[in-house]
C-alpha cells in the first residue's frame, strides 16, 4: 500500500478494552482488532478442551428476518429445511449462489413463526445482507434488518461451560440441547443463550446488549477462575474448529465450493422445493462431484498450511485449505481438497511445504470428537 492510499479503519467489539487489560494479544482480522491469544494459544487451545475458554466474537453478523413470509424467503434463501425448525431450534445453513456455491455458512434461530435471526459471518456481513435484502424484495411480508450492532456475543465453550454458566443463568441451561436456545438473563442482564459453538466442545454462544458485554464477561471469567475458564482468542479457535473439522469461510468454502464437495451435503434438503442453487445441486449430487474436502496427518516433519500443494506420488491432486500443528494429538493436522478419486482414507500423499516433500496420509475427519 502506497502512502497515499487511505488505510483501512478496524472496527472493536464492546470488549476491546477488557481485551486488552487481560493482556491479549490485538491483530487485525475481517475489519475488526480481535485478540488472537492471551496466555498462548496452546493453553487456550487445552483449557477448552480441559475445562472451559471465553471467546469476543462480537464481531460476527445478525439479520433479523421478520413477518408472515419469513418461513417461505427463508426456504428460498437457504438449502436447509426451515420448516422443520420449531420455537427455540436453530440450525446450520449456508447462503449460496444459482450455482450452488457459498457466499456464506450461517445459523438459523427461530424465535418464533414469524421472527427469524440468522447469524453470518464477519468478513461477509455487509455484502451477505445486501444479498439477504435482495432477495427479500422478491416476497411479500417479509422485513430484513442488519442487527449486528445491536449484539455482543460471547462464546463460553468446553466440558465445564455448563458448571460456570448455570449458577449465572435465568433458566436452566444444562436443560438445552444441543442447537437449542432460550432468552432470559445471565448475570440478570438479558440474553439470548445458546447451546451451540465452533470448538467441537459442548458450550454456549450468548446474545447480549453491548453494553452488557463487559459486565458479564468480568462476571464470567470471575466465576468461572474456580473452573478452569479462561480467556481464549482467535488463534485458540482456528486450532479447536480445525481438530473438529469445521470448515471456516474463505478456507474450506468460497464462492467456487459447494456443500457437497465440502463433505456438508447434510444442509441440502432437495426435497423441499425450490431454493437458491438447487438444480446446479441436483445436477451436482445425480453426476457426483469431481474433488473432495479430506482431512490429513502430517508424517514427515513441517506443517501444510493453506495454499500448499497435495500430490499421490509425482501427480498433483489437490490443494491445503487449513494446516496447523495440534496441542490435541500433538501433530500437524489438516484439511484439503483434492480429487474425488483420490479421496481414501489411508491414502499416502506428498506434501509440498514451500517447496519441500512432506509424507502425509488422509486421515478420517473430524480428527477430534468429544467424549459423550
Known sequence: MSAGEPQETLRRTPLFEAHRAAGGKIVPF??????????????????????????DVSHMGEVSVIGPGAESFLQWLTPNDVSKLTDGRAHYSG??????????????????????????????????????????????????????????????????????????????????????FAEGAVADRPALISRTGYTGEDGFELYVAPDDATPIWDRLLADGAEHGLQPAGLGARDTLRLEA?????????????????????????????????????????????????????????????????????????????SGTWSPTFEKALGLAYVEAGEAEVGKQIVLDVRGRAVAGRLAEIPFYRRPK
Open 245 to 321: 473439522a469445521m470448515a471456516l469461510y474463505g478456507h474450506e468454502l468460497n464462492a467456487d465450493t459447494t456443500p457437497y464437495e465440502a463433505g456438508l451435503g447434510w444442509v441440502v434438503k432437495l426435497d423441499k422445493g425450490d431454493f437458491l442453487g438447487r438444480s446446479a445441486l441436483a445436477a451436482q449430487k445425480a453426476e457426483g462431484v469431481d474433488r473432495k474436502l479430506v482431512g490429513f496427518e502430517v508424517e514427515g516433519k513441517g506443517i501444510a498450511r493453506e495454499g500448499h500443494g497435495v500430490k499421490v506420488g509425482e501427480r498433483a491432486v489437490g490443494e491445503v485449505t
Open 95 to 180: 447462503l449460496l449462489t444459482e450455482r450452488g456455491t457459498y457466499l456464506d455458512d450461517l445459523l438459523v434461530y427461530r424465535r418464533g413463526a414469524e421472527n427469524y435471526l440468522l447469524v453470518v459471518n464477519a468478513a461477509n456481513r455487509t455484502s451477505d445482507f445486501a444479498h439477504i435484502a435482495e432477495q427479500a424484495a422478491r416476497f411479500d411480508g417479509v422485513e430484513v434488518e442488519d442487527r449486528s450492532d445491536a449484539y455482543a456475543l460471547l462464546a463460553l465453550q468446553g466440558p465445564r461451560s455448563v458448571d460456570i454458566l448455570a449458577p449465572l443463568a435465568s433458566f436452566d441451561v444444562a436443560a438445552l440441547r444441543y442447537y437449542g
Open 30 to 55: 475481517a475489519g475488526w482488532e480481535m485478540p488472537v491469544q492471551y496466555q498462548g494459544v496452546i493453553d487456550e487451545h487445552r483449557a477448552v478442551r480441559t475445562a472451559a475458554g471465553l471467546f
